[in-house]
T-cell receptor, first 117, second 115 residues
């Protein structure tokens, strides 16, 4: 069975400071890992994903995440945050398609990033 | 989000009444999902569909039913709404067809309040 733990429910950080949002997962097989972002009153948007290959993945808006298999982690980082990064961030894990091709995805409970001016 | 719309966006209903939420996609994706989002629980899967008339239960399916008569529409029905079903409901689609990792595209959500 797969599961995701997001260790911090809220993370306040000053504008232009670095931030790390932590995510640990458990799975018995190879995994695919995702970070989604949810802005207020909106649905979730895919921020970045790890499928295979390079363990460091980047998004177009400066976030990056590193897949660490030995520590079963997929922490999200940004070296300098902006006010517009204020949102809730969800880590998710999938162990690939099951019967019928259904891709089971398990989400963490979310981390609210509050950027302080 | 482009390609996927949910209706209504907000609804208040009384306990015991039936409620139907609609998800419509224009992406021709095979897979569609209904999630509910609650504080402290994140997103939990209610039901999903892997094709027309092909649906299955998720982890919190009690009290919910779904139907998919066309590729583009996935309906979620609360047969007799209860206060515990007050939540924000999200529809999602994915194009995974045996190749994982595409990720989901989410709708904007329906905020349902049962009074």
């Amino acid at each position: 069975a797969q599961s995701v733990t997001q260790l911090d429910s809220q993370v306040p950080v000053f504008e232009e400071a670095p931030v790390e949002l932590r995510c640990n997962y458990s799975s018995s097989v190879s995994v695919y890992l995702f970070w989604y972002v949810q802005y207020p009153n909106q649905g979730l948007q895919l921020l970045l994903k790890y499928l295979s290959g390079s363990t460091l993945v980047e998004s177009i808006n400066g976030f990056e995440a590193e897949f660490n298999k030995s520590q079963t982690s997929f922490h999200l980082r940004k070296p300098s945050v902006h006010i517009s990064d204020t949102a809730e961030y969800f880590c998710a894990v999938s162990d690939g398609p099951g019967s019928g091709g259904y891709q089971k995805v398990t989400f963490g409970i979310g981390t609210k990033l509050q950027v302080i001016p | 989000d482009a390609g996927i719309t949910q209706s209504p966006r907000h609804k208040v209903t009384e306990t015991g009444t039936p409620v139907t939420l609609r998800c419509h996609q224009t992406e021709n994706h095979r897979y569609m999902y209904w999630y509910r989002q609650d504080p402290g629980h994140g997103l939990r899967l209610i039901h999903y569909s892997y094709g027309v008339k092909d649906t299955d239960k998720g982890e919190v399916s009690d009290g919910y039913s779904v139907s998919r008569s066309k590729t583009e529409d996935f309906l979620l029905t609360l047969e007799s709404a209860t206060s515990s079903q007050t939540s924000v409901y999200f529809c999602a689609i994915s194009e995974s067809q045996g190749v994982p990792g595409y990720g989901y595209t989410f709708g904007s959500g329906t905020r349902l309040t049962v009074v």
